[in-house]
């Protein structure tokens, strides 16, 4: 699991969660009680959905439009939780279950960490998992033009329930542009180019690569998605949900 925990009070802003994704670097923030104990999870699924709808109904010319409101009004509250001690594996199917990238290590509900997607990657890479990449990829992939504006990207995001899209030019995969990269985009105007927005850190890797082999170009690079490739034919992405499968079976 990784610690520290970075968490947030529910009476926060949702203006200062977002400043702390960013801040941190991360795709959740646990949220505690006065008490220090787990009553949520805010991620940034939920600010981009939230900031899109409100920004539609408003009229917003920006992409996205949060409301004046405290973390506790739009915060997760059937937060998953597990035991320090818990096997791996079950976690890992826990995750997999509720299509979620994290759960909150607690003892008596005080957290004491977070086992995320990126854990789960060192630990595929430690078991040397050698089936092919090609094996846990997920197909076909949803994509983007760089030519394409902005909102329609976010909304694509939602539409196709993902958490990034493949960004192309010419067929040819050149960044991806995921929830990270829609709220940074917060106050770019709807029509403006994804191209603008989209980021690079990505790898394109053969579809016979092994999987330990993928996992840790992916630890190393920091890419936000693994791309699998035949030639030059994009024939596949893999998630960290993909990943994670292969410690659950």
Sequence with gaps: MTRPVIAIGPEASLARAEGMLAAHGLSALV???HAGEVVGVLSRAD???????????????????LPRHDVGAH???DVVLADPDEPIERAAARMIERRIHRVVVALDRRPIGVLSSRDLLRAIHEARIARPLASIMSSPVHT??????VAL???RLAEAGVAGLVVVEDGWPVGVFSQTEALFAHDAPRSEAVEEHLCAAMLCLSQSLPVYRAAKLALGTRARRVLAVDGRELVGIASPLDFMRLLAE
């Design 144 to 149: 983007v033009s760089v030519r394409d504006p």
């Design 75 to 77: 915060m997760v509250r």
């Design 47 to 65: 600010l981009l959905a939230l900031g899109r709808r409100r920004a539609r109904m408003a009229d917003d010319p920006t992409l996205l439009h």
């Design 153 to 155: 990207a976010a909304d």
């Design 31 to 33: 949220v505690t009680s």
